[in-house]
């Protein structure tokens, strides 16, 4: 018996020390720490990674104050609390804290053995490092509304955030404003100074307008130099236009960047607002992007709001933008010849051509619409090279067929006559239809002159040497005054029809017409007066000795047969 007796205690020591040692183990590789409670002895032990979350043991109930005061405030009570479940009855809490003075994430775990009788035995805790987690964790969320250059709200959290204004608004009935800001000339930076200096510059701003921010101005970093803002209820200091102020206020003052350089900025903004221009917020959004390029236009460094107009144009501008993309020029596009006459002798001095185009669904789109847009997106080389190839060999036949000397006007775009290679083109073109340089004459607007003018008149110089005739269109419209024409190779201006227009009726308009035409006579140039249409303003012209006349009056555009019908006409007179 007793033999059996020390033989089972000594089985269970073996089992005891291996529970122990398991137990160890345990304890020395798991990075958690532990504290164990045992309510028999009201005993508290502390375990394993202990070392690494406090500096302190707990052996009884007081001890445990020691926890409370190491934890940030918001997590005492929940602690106080999740240790001490066994009061409400449950066997299993798990809940995180955080402590005071160290960037420590602990997951607490606590678990209650009861007995048979419910009464609680045992409490283990166990304290876990979850910092690096929660830090994961903080980045995605931070990532997923913010920016990281600028630290203002990302795109798609700000188009939550509007979503989110939007249906106060709705339920409020107030207005909410979206005014979408991007930086003028923003290459001129990226391209002189480095991306790295964009970036910088972008995230200045962005910490600028950071502080303008507040429960009813949101405010994102859109994109790579375009920054939207959306405003709960504008009104007072808060309004669109009080905002753009101490915006362009703080833009009057350089950036003072990382290396020493001082940069100054400007900005095109576009303002929308609900419910006017739009319901929804990408709408709202697109509206105000729409008008911010309608403030560009107008000369940067300004703001535009919403406007059903600007719309439309832009609309139009997509549709014709995509129409261009499928003319078949043959198929498309004609030209149309209006005649010229000398204003003294009546005798026909040339044609200008004018380009008509003829969509597939049968429509005529007027040059004077499209003209512009495919400046913009580039089509214009092309379809300007098939108006000179188009002309010049309708001119050609008409020349072999009737001998009689006729000037080919042709409108030449600033983008087409800016291209390198232009003369060249010009040049081949002419020589393919065995036509000289003198019968043609290339018309040009003032606005080719405005961004460059040196190199547009050397270009010009250029031309003129090639025996090319120049003739400036439009003349009155733009900015040009007589002396600053001095410099620049040109043989005829034509007058525009906004003052032949008003000619007889406005006294001012009659006095700036006569004075224009007699500088311009002493100048040695040539003038003509376009959309003369009335028989009284052709007289009124000629008495100015203006040289030569074209309008509706003397012939309107037509397609080459009707030129060629003038022309039998002509030489079987002369025959
Ligand atoms: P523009 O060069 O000033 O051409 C004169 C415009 O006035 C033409 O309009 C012509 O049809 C119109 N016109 C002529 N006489 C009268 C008149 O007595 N009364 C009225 N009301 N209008 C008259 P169109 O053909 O619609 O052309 C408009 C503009 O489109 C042209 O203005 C020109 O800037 C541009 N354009 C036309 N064809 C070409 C082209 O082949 N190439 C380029 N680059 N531009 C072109
Ligand atoms: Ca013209
Ligand atoms: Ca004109």
Redesign the pocket.
């Known amino acids: 018996m007793k033999g059996t007796g020390t033989q089972q205690l000594a089985q269970e020591n073996e089992r005891l020390r291996r529970d122990e040692k398991m137990l160890r183990l345990l304890c020395e590789t798991s990075s958690s720490a532990f504290i164990y409670y045992n309510y028999l002895e009201d005993r508290f032990e502390t375990m394993a990674n202990w070392d690494h979350f406090f500096d302190f043991s707990i052996s009884n109930m007081e001890d445990l104050s020691k926890l409370y005061d190491r934890v940030e405030e918001q997590y005492e009570i929940p602690l106080r609390e999740g240790l001490f479940i066994e009061k409400q009855k449950r066997d299993r809490e798990s809940f995180e804290i955080k402590l005071k003075d160290r960037r420590l994430y602990i997951e607490v775990e606590v678990n209650v053995v009861y007995d048979s009788d419910g009464k609680p035995t045992d409490k283990i805790i166990r304290f876990k490092d979850v910092t690096k987690l929660t830090a994961q964790k903080d980045e995605l969320t931070y990532m997923a509304y913010y920016d990281t250059l600028t630290g203002l709200y990302n795109r798609n959290y700000f188009v939550r955030l509007l979503g989110e204004f939007l249906r106060r608004a709705e339920e409020e009935t107030k207005k909410v404003a979206v005014m979408f800001m991007d930086f003028d000339d923003f290459r001129r930076v990226n391209d002189g100074m480095g991306i790295i200096a964009g970036d910088e510059l972008v995230q200045l701003f962005g910490q600028y307008l950071a502080g303008l921010m507040n429960s009813n101005v949101v405010i994102s970093h859109f994109s790579t130099d375009i920054y939207c803002i959306a405003i709960y209820d504008p009104c007072g200091v808060r309004s669109v236009d009080m905002i753009y102020r101490v915006i362009r206020e703080r833009l009057k003052k350089p950036f003072k960047m990382m290396d020493g350089q001082e940069v100054t900025m400007t900005v095109s903004v576009g303002v929308s607002e609900y419910p006017e221009a739009a319901m929804g917020t990408l709408e709202l959004i697109n509206c105000a992007e729409i008008v911010m390029f309608k403030a560009k236009s107008r000369g940067k460094d300004k703001i535009q709001y919403f406007d059903g107009a600007i719309l439309e144009e832009f609309l139009q501008t997509v549709t014709i933008q995509n129409k261009l993309k499928e003319v078949v020029f043959e198929q498309n596009f004609t ?2 010849f ?1 005649p010229q006459y000398y204003a003294g002798s009546g005798k026909l001095r040339g044609v ?5 185009w003829r969509d597939n669904k049968g429509d005529m789109i ?3 619409v499209f ?1 512009p847009i495919a ?1 913009k997106n580039g089509t ?1 080389v092309p ?2 090279n098939w ?1 000179i190839e188009k002309s010049v060999q309708t001119y050609a036949q008409w020349r072999d067929k009737y001998h009689y000397p006729l000037v080919l006007s ?4 600033a983008v ?1 006559c800016k291209k390198r290679g232009f003369i060249d083109c010009l040049m081949k073109i002419l020589e393919k239809y065995d036509v000289s340089p003198g019968e043609i004459e290339i ?1 040009v ?1 003032e606005t080719i002159l405005i961004d460059d003018f040196s190199y547009i008149s050397e270009q010009l110089n250029e031309l003129k040497q090639t025996g090319v005739r120049i003739s400036l ?2 003349f009155g419209t733009g900015f040009s005054s007589l002396s600053y024409l001095k410099g620049l190779p040109i043989d005829t201006l ?1 007058i ?2 906004t003052f032949v227009d008003t000619l007889l009726t406005d006294k001012n308009t009659k006095i700036i017409t006569e004075s224009i035409i007699y500088m311009v006579k002493r100048l040695g140039y040539e003038t003509v007066a ?4 009335t028989k009284e303003q052709f007289q009124y012209l000629k008495e100015l000795e203006c040289d030569m006349i ?4 003397m012939g ?2 037509m397609p080459a047969q009707g030129i060629a019908d003038i022309l039998e006409k002509l030489t079987m007179k002369v025959g």
């Open positions: 030209m149309y209006q200008e051509a004018l380009i008509r007027s040059p004077s003209i400046e214009i379809i300007g108006v042709l409108n030449v775009s087409q018309e607007t269109d439009d034509k525009d029809k376009e959309g003369v249409e074209q309008g509706y009056y309107r555009p």
